[in-house]
């Protein structure tokens, strides 16, 4: 891939809703000219739908995500779904796709299928599983760490969440990693819903199974809850659960990997978490901060309003991209540098108020023991070759990454 290109003249020119804009233009200095420029901007119509906004400073994203009740999230919340005649087929069903009483209802409800004992159950296997992914590797030849190490941990660790088959786990990570972006620019629309589609209907076999045959994990839980004394519907189950396979999947995995394409490229970095010169909770935060893998929410203007000085309609899409807050220099000082002891670190990677991310426990923990091991098994960690970046509007990260363990 050619070396990307500054910003154009006229900030009309950049198509947020076009993959090919996230690799054609140098992203950062993007961000910083709408920060600095057009903080809220108004995004004109493109070939994939009509205008919206672009929200890009902390403060004003912050302000966002408190508002529940001007911004809603029911009608969607991904920018490519917001901007379908149809709008997203889930809206209202899935927990990030409702908005007050419903949220909190359905939100509480999952939470408490989501118990303490499920929850350590589930880390107390997942050192083990990273141990011996990355005890195998130490000392070998160059690998690819994001196939072979990052791939499989967090959807290993939401399928056991879950209690679904092992055997079935290397075809849920392949459509997860296909569903939201791609590895190039190849992948049609067509090929992307046919994807989405089949993890729907395996979705659907695996509450129909569960149903049949209750265990001890999250999806018996979630057959046997009741909102407000009613039972969750098939469909209300087969969409939180194809929200969970996907939200679980990527945020940590795409933030692991962009934390080894930084480390391994920065020894001094590297050396201050290997020998324990900084938290790693610090550590993790930061690499949240940093790699800020799902770029993107999308909100809908509930009524007319000001904001930030720009009037915003009843109706009105609005893109708030945490990818820049999380590189605003007015909230982080030196934020364009990674810093492993970065604290406070009040970042948006996992979102903030009622829609703050469901998984971020698992997602930490699984970060943290990736690191950890990498820091007790390994001296250094070396980057042999371009890490390959994704083709999407929503995620950022990387789809391959070359490493020697030693």
Not at 21 to 42: G, K, Q
Not at 117 to 134: K, P
Not at 194 to 204: A, F, M, P, Q
Not at 356 to 380: D, K, M, N, Q, Y
Request: hydrophobic share 40%.
């Amino acid at each position: 891939m050619s070396e990307p290109l500054k910003v154009p003249v006229d900030l009309a020119e950049i198509d947020l809703s076009d993959p090919k804009t996230f690799w054609t233009y140098d992203m950062d200095a993007v961000w910083r000219r709408l920060r600095d420029e057009h903080p809220v901007h108004r995004h004109p119509a493109t070939p994939e739908g009509r205008e919206f906004w672009v929200l890009s400073r902390y403060d004003d994203i912050m302000a966002m995500y408190k508002d529940d009740k001007g911004f809603l999230s029911a009608p969607g919340n991904m920018l490519e779904s917001l901007q379908k005649p149809d709008g997203d087929p889930a809206a209202g069903e899935v927990l990030v796709m409702t908005d007050s009483t419903d949220h909190t209802a359905l939100r509480t409800v999952l939470m408490k299928s989501f118990t303490p004992r499920i929850r350590q159950l589930v880390v107390d296997r997942l050192q083990a599983h990273v141990e011996r992914l990355v005890s195998e590797r130490v000392g070998g030849p160059s690998f690819d760490f994001a196939h072979e190490i990052a791939d499989a941990i967090p959807m290993w660790v939401i399928c056991d969440l879950l209690g679904f088959p092992e055997e079935d786990r290397p075809r849920l990570l392949e459509l997860s990693r296909y569903a939201l972006s791609a590895a190039d620019s190849d992948q049609t629309a067509e090929e992307r819903w046919l994807i989405r589609n089949e993890l729907l209907i395996y979705c659907s076999e695996m509450v129909d199974e569960r149903r049949d045959n209750p265990g001890d994990d999250l999806l018996s839980r979630m057959v046997e809850a009741r909102v407000d004394g009613r039972p969750l519907s098939d469909q209300e189950i087969i969409l939180n659960l194809y929200g969970f396979l996907l939200a679980g999947d990527h945020t940590s995995r795409l933030a692991m990997i962009g934390a080894l394409e930084n480390l391994g490229n920065r020894p001094d970095q590297w050396a201050l978490v290997r020998d324990g010169e900084v938290p790693m909770s610090a550590v993790v935060e930061e690499v949240i901060r940093w790699t800020s893998p799902v770029m993107h929410v999308g909100r809908t203007a509930a009524y007319d309003m000001e904001f930030g000085g720009a009037q915003i309609k009843a109706g009105d899409v609005v893109t708030a991209w945490n990818i820049s807050a999380n590189r605003d220099e007015r909230f982080f000082p030196d934020a364009d540098r990674f810093v492993p002891g970065r604290t406070p670190n009040k970042h948006l990677g996992f979102g903030h108020g009622p829609h703050f991310c469901f998984g971020a426990f698992l997602g930490r923990a699984e970060i943290s023991t990736v690191l950890s091991t990498l820091s007790r098994l390994t001296r250094t960690v070396e980057v042999t070759g371009a890490a390959q970046p994704l083709y999407s509007t929503f995620l950022r990260g990387y789809s391959g990454l070359p490493l020697v363990l030693r």
